[in-house]
């Protein structure tokens, strides 16, 4: 058996929860993990997130990642069991049917992504959360004034994109919580415009999904403003860096067409 590989490691640290274990299906997604996949077993199936337990940004992840699911009772995958062993920590959820959800103009799933922003706009800041501030997107606002603008005491998703949200019939599931944060309540709205516009959006029609959802509108226009920027900036910065990657090419797009839109220069 070769223990190096995360399938093997983790096979004895789980089997109280799965009982024998069929087999481990990797997933297409999930890099903030070590290991995501679906577990075929006596008890299952599961979904299971892995990372090596050593201190570092993947285990903090989890760990927060644990810690939220107590807080996102029918907005996320409920959190079954979880292992934190010597060498490695394991969640497992319930796993969910689902299919990524389509972002496009006119999609039918439209109404069911921003149900679910609206439902975790709606959760109240758990008090373990209190010190997650929010600073992604400091270094690329203009000053120390422009980042204040992205504080609050919402809790934020962040991770808004087709394939973390997924559509089950007719309600959508909020997966891969990798890094819940505490901050303006703005942002999770402001992030779902940039996906629109990604999707084929225009700027207008991303702006009036976003509409619906009632943080947005307790934002001030030169906040949104002052947000778009700093993404354009991020998203440019890190194109630049990796000049291969089409999606960083996309949402810099995105940006651009945004703060366009708005009428922001970006320096």
């Given at each position: 058996m070769d223990t190096n590989r995360p399938e093997s490691a983790i096979r004895p640290l789980i089997?109280?929860?799965?009982?024998?274990?069929?087999?481990?299906?990797?997933?297409?997604?999930?890099?903030?993990?070590?290991l995501t996949a679906i577990v075929e077993c006596e008890n299952?199936?599961?979904?299971?997130?892995?990372?090596?337990?050593?201190?570092?940004?993947?285990?903090?992840?989890?760990?927060?990642?644990?810690?939220?699911?107590a807080a996102l009772v029918h907005i996320a995958p409920p959190l079954l069991w979880d292992v934190d062993a010597e060498d490695w920590l394991v969640l497992?959820?319930?796993?969910?049917?689902?299919?990524?959800?389509?972002?496009?103009?006119?999609?039918?799933?439209?109404p069911l992504v921003v149900d679910t922003l609206a439902r975790i706009g709606r959760v109240p800041l758990p008090a373990f959360a209190?010190?997650?501030?929010?600073?992604?997107?400091?270094?690329?606002?203009v000053d120390g004034s422009e980042a204040e603008l992205f504080r609050g005491d919402s809790l934020l998703y962040t991770d808004i994109n087709p394939h973390n949200?997924?559509?089950?019939?007719?309600?959508?599931?909020?997966?891969?919580?990798?890094?819940?944060?505490?901050?303006?309540?703005?942002?999770?709205?402001?992030?779902?415009v940039l996906q629109l516009i990604a999707a084929g959006h225009t700027p207008a029609s991303a702006e009036k999904w976003a509409a619906?959802?009632?943080?947005?509108?307790?934002?001030v226009s030169g906040e949104i403003n002052a947000f778009a920027a700093a993404n354009l900036r991020m998203?440019?910065?890190?194109?630049?860096?990796?000049?291969?990657?089409?999606?960083?090419?996309?949402?810099?797009?995105?940006?651009?067409?945004?703060?366009?839109?708005r009428g922001i220069t970006a320096t």
């Open positions: 089997r109280e929860h799965t009982g024998p274990v069929i087999a481990i299906r990797r997933t297409e997604h999930g890099n903030s993990s070590d299952g199936p599961f979904f299971i997130k892995a990372v090596r337990n050593r201190p570092g940004g993947r285990r903090d992840s989890l760990v927060r990642e644990r810690m939220i699911d497992g959820y319930e796993v969910v049917d689902g299919r990524s959800a389509d972002f496009a103009p006119d999609s039918p799933d439209l209190r010190d997650w501030t929010e600073s992604r997107w400091d270094r690329f606002a949200l997924l559509v089950q019939g007719r309600r959508a599931w909020a997966v891969d919580w990798a890094w819940p944060t505490k901050g303006a309540g703005f942002i999770d709205p402001a992030l779902l619906q959802l009632p943080a947005w509108h307790r934002a998203y440019g910065a890190f194109a630049e860096r990796k000049p291969d990657e089409d999606w960083l090419k996309s949402m810099v797009a995105a940006c651009e067409a945004w703060t366009g839109y």
